[in-house]
């Protein structure tokens, strides 16, 4: 595949360096996948960015995009030109990745969320100012700089080179794409849970608002399928959101403190609904 020398357009950054992130990353795609990482040089633009690409036999096109390391995502799409769909995950130390001509994304653009190292942000697709499938990936400073010669799962991907790097994120974690955490947001904690055939429906409550959260889980997700998640406020009407959904539905807010409530979903034929409870 020829370089993309012209594809992006890179935000604004500060100077490009070469120092080494203090966040450890993994692989962007599944345990045990393995694809060519290309540092395109000289003409890729950013230079030091990444092009992950088919290895082998194995193509890359729609592969499950996962966050190399934990942070906060935000979710971009610049239509036809430029990065076309794509996601910036903002690290605790302060740098950044960037994964671009994503095929989908996980939320819609101008959206955000917590993400976990692996949890999935979109799929491998040429949206953008891309000429052929690929994920075009980046490793960012905290000043926004170029990491140009970027470290995943403890392969060294220098200027020029390209290496083949075999994932190990998500690896003997095993469980779910995203954590019910992860879906409702800060400051809501589990306080039950309920299990489906494919995954798990979860209530949580923020003690800070007097908010529940509802949302349904799938244990592998990936694929499509008919899910829903409820909540209903005792006395009150009932929210549900349902809908043929890759990896999780909901989440499903409701403010009820000291009032009980009833909650549930569903996976395919799977269904659980609760009594009214937790009513403290």
């Keep these: 595949m020829v370089p993309l020398a012209a594809a992006l357009t890179p935000q604004p950054a500060s100077a490009q360096s070469t120092a080494v992130l203090a966040v450890s990353h993994k692989s962007p795609f599944n345990c045990g996948k393995t694809f060519n990482a290309n540092n395109w040089s000289p003409g890729h633009n950013p230079s030091g960015s990444l092009d992950w690409q088919n290895y082998g036999s194995d193509a890359i096109n729609g592969e499950t995009v996962r966050a190399t390391a934990s942070g906060t995502a935000y979710f971009s799409d610049t239509g036809s030109t430029s990065y076309g769909k794509w996601v910036e995950v903002r690290h605790s130390d302060g740098s950044r990745t960037r994964y671009a001509h ?6 819609s653009a101008g ?13 491998v697709g040429s949206t953008g100012g891309s000429t052929a499938p690929h994920l075009h990936y980046e490793q960012r400073t905290s000043g926004g700089g170029m990491d140009t010669s970027p470290t995943v799962d403890g392969v060294t991907v ?4 390209k290496k083949a790097v075999k994932s190990t994120n998500g690896c003997g974690g095993g ?10 947001g800060s400051g809501y904690a589990v306080i039950d849970s309920a299990a489906l055939t494919g995954g798990r429906a979860y209530l ?5 608002s007097g908010s ?3 949302t349904t889980v799938k244990t592998n997700g990936g694929t499509a399928s008919a899910m829903s998640a409820f909540l209903e406020p ?7 959101d349902s809908g043929s959904f890759a990896y999780y539905a909901g989440p499903v807010k409701r403010t009820a403190p000291g009032q009980c409530v009833k909650w549930g979903g569903s996976i395919g034929s799977s269904t659980y609904t609760s009594p009214f409870e937790h009513c403290d």
């Design 158 to 161: 220098s200027l020029g080179q």
């Design 212 to 214: 529940n959260c509802v």
């Design 204 to 208: 949580l409550y923020n003690s800070g």
């Design 234 to 240: 005792q006395g009150a009407s009932r929210t549900t």
């Design 102 to 107: 994503l095929a989908t994304m996980v939320r």
């Design 175 to 184: 469980g779910s794409d995203y954590t019910p955490e992860e879906i409702c």
């Design 111 to 123: 959206g955000s969320m917590s993400v976990s190292q692996g949890t999935a942000i979109g799929t």
